[in-house]
């Protein structure tokens, strides 16, 4: 099997595929034959119990409606009990890939890092004080990466976050807060205030989201760039304004509008950003996973198809520093 070249981040990655993974592809293989296998099994054995056991609810309680649905109800379980054991199944096979793919990719990357399930990544709670992103209760992170790209150090994850909705006394659900990405980027330059960029909402709307907000976050008073391609995009909100102005100058502001525009799959309506002492962040609402690695139904025939999607994620930290000191992005 070949690994072709197709974008320029993984420009001279053929003979590390051919060296470090491609021998191993056969070994993989098997072992991802076994596991769907096991994973089929179990799924069976719990959907045949199930259907056993719902038929007999339903002989022990007759075919009125309370009897249908106890027997629908017990089948239901059965089915997610079977589908969570094919899903570890498939977990295994997925971190035996990922261990076989990704040190070579952020080896032959350079100064890069991968976690799949790392841990507490940001403080999420001191971000929504900033207002990157909303209020919420709980955060889940996946797919860390975390390294040094043209002297700027960069850490991003794939983050959900949600909050809790009381509906009743003895009801809530939960509501999505934030999909997508939270990247920290160091900057050589200091950021004297704290600045928030948000989506324009006009004086208006602003100005009842600050009420809202309080006295953090979007509280902060908005800022007049006097760059109307910005202003036709993001409000600039910052706790001095002045002091905000020193740094937020037209070649920042053009590549903020280029980061929101090519890396957030909602575009502005979907693109945060926060400068905080040497930091800038970045919140990108994504539609679509982040560092989808394979599964155990996809054969490892399909492992270079993997690699491009992987290759394709890895980029977007490149794309977006590359822009924020105005280059065009090339990886």
Not at 209 to 220: Q, S
Not at 269 to 279: D, I, P, T, Y
Not at 285 to 303: C, L, N, P, Y
Request: charged share 25%; aromatic share 8%.
């Amino acid at each position: 099997m070949d690994f072709k070249e197709t974008q320029p981040i993984e420009q001279g990655f053929a003979p590390v595929f051919q060296q470090r993974i491609a021998p191993h592809l056969g070994t993989l293989e098997g072992q991802r034959q076994q596991l769907q296998a096991k994973g089929k099994t179990q799924f069976r054995i719990a959907l045949g119990l199930g259907v056993v056991l719902a038929i007999a609810v339903i002989a022990y309680t007759g075919a009125s409606a309370g009897g249908l649905f106890g027997g629908f109800a017990v089948l239901v379980v059965f089915l997610i009990g079977g589908a969570v054991a094919k899903g570890g199944q498939s977990g295994k096979y997925t971190g035996a890939l990922s261990d076989l793919i990704m040190p070579p990719v952020c080896e032959f990357l350079g100064e890069t890092q991968y976690e799949k399930r790392p841990g507490a990544v940001f403080e999420t709670e001191a971000l929504s004080t900033l207002g990157l992103v909303d209020l919420h209760d709980n955060a889940t992170f996946e797919d860390r990466i975390a390294g040094q790209y043209r002297g700027l150090s960069f850490e991003l994850v794939e983050a959900r976050l949600t909050q809790e909705i009381k509906e009743a006394e003895d009801r809530t659900s939960t509501k999505a807060v934030f999909d997508g990405l939270l990247v920290r980027i160091g900057l050589p330059m200091h950021a004297t205030t704290d600045i928030l960029v948000t989506r324009a909402m006009g004086n208006v709307g602003g100005a009842v989201l600050g009420f809202l907000a309080g006295e953090t976050g979007r509280g902060m008073p908005v800022v007049d760039t006097g760059y109307p391609q910005f202003e036709a995009h993001y409000d600039l909100h910052a706790k001095d304004p002045a002091a905000a102005m020193t740094l937020m100058k037209e070649p920042l502001l053009d590549a903020l509008i280029d980061v929101g525009d090519g890396e957030a799959d909602k575009g502005a309506e979907g693109f945060r950003a926060a400068f905080e002492g040497k930091g800038l962040w970045l919140a990108l609402a994504r539609d679509q996973k982040f560092m989808e690695i394979g599964g155990i139904d996809v054969s490892t025939d399909q492992v270079t198809d993997t690699l491009h999607r992987i290759f394709d994620d890895m980029a977007l930290i490149r794309r977006v520093i590359d822009r924020l000191l105005d280059d065009p992005p090339a990886a």
